[in-house]
C-alpha cells in the first residue's frame, strides 16, 4: 500500500442531497468528485452543490473536483456527435427506455440526435430531432412533435479555469492547485475550505 496512512470511505447516496461524510477524526478530510460530473448541473445547481460540500468540511480540508474545460467549438461537437454514433446512441436509448418504461410509443427512427455548443451559454446542449410531423403517446397523454421540433435531453456546462474558481471562491472555497492534460481540455481542481 503506496499510501497507509490515508484512510479512503465511500459514501453512497444522492450527493444532490444532503449528505454527511462517515468519517469521524480529527485529520484532514478530502471530498473527491471525479469525472466531470459538475458539467451536467445546472448553474445554481453547481453553486448548492459546491456549498453544501464546503459545510461538510471544515477549515483547511479539501475537496478535488474534475471539470471539463471551454475549448474550439469543434472539438466539443465532436465529442459529443462522435463518428461512431456512440453517444447518438446513448441519447437515442432514452426512446426505448421510455418505450420500455413508461408505455410510451416513440420510434426512435423517427428521430435524429443532434448535439451543439451553445457558446451564450457555456454548454454542449444534446436534443433529439424529429424528422417529420408526428404524435406520440406516453400512458394517456398524447404528444404532437412538428418536423424539427427538439426534445432537449441533456447539458454539459464548460468552464474556463479562471471560470470555475471563481465559482469556487463565492462558494466558500480556496483554489489551491489545479492540473490539466497537455492540450488543456480537462482539468482537476484541488480546492481548500
Not at 469521524?24 to 471525479?34: S, Y
Not at 397523454?141 to 465559482?167: A, M, P, R, V, W
Request: hydrophobic share 35%; glycine share 8%.
Amino acid at each position: 500500500m503506496q499510501f497507509p496512512h490515508i484512510t479512503i470511505k465511500a459514501v453512497c447516496g444522492d450527493y444532490t442531497a444532503p449528505l454527511t461524510l462517515p468519517l469521524e477524526t480529527n485529520g484532514k478530510k478530502v471530498i473527491f468528485f471525479p469525472g466531470s460530473t459538475i458539467g451536467n448541473f445546472e448553474p445554481v445547481a453547481v453553486r448548492n452543490f459546491l456549498m453544501k460540500s464546503a459545510k461538510l468540511l471544515d477549515d483547511g480540508d479539501g475537496f478535488l473536483i474534475g471539470v471539463d474545460t471551454k475549448k474550439d467549438t469543434k472539438i466539443l461537437e465532436r465529442a459529443y456527435d462522435d463518428a461512431k454514433g456512440v453517444t447518438a446512441a446513448f441519447n437515442l436509448n432514452l426512446l426505448t427506455r421510455m418505450n420500455r418504461e413508461l408505455g410510451a410509443n416513440f420510434n426512435e427512427e423517427q428521430f435524429e440526435h443532434l448535439a451543439y455548443y451553445n457558446e451564450e451559454k457555456g454548454r454542449i446542449e444534446m436534443h433529439l430531432e424529429s424528422q417529420r410531423n408526428q404524435l406520440v403517446t406516453i400512458g394517456d397523454h398524447e404528444f404532437s412533435f412538428q418536423e424539427g421540433e427538439t426534445i432537449h435531453t441533456e447539458n454539459s456546462y464548460k468552464y474556463s479555469i479562471d471560470q470555475f474558481q471563481t465559482l469556487a471562491l463565492e462558494c466558500g472555497f480556496s483554489p489551491s492547485k489545479v492540473w490539466t492534460d497537455d492540450e488543456g481540455k480537462f482539468s482537476v481542481h484541488y480546492l481548500e475550505k
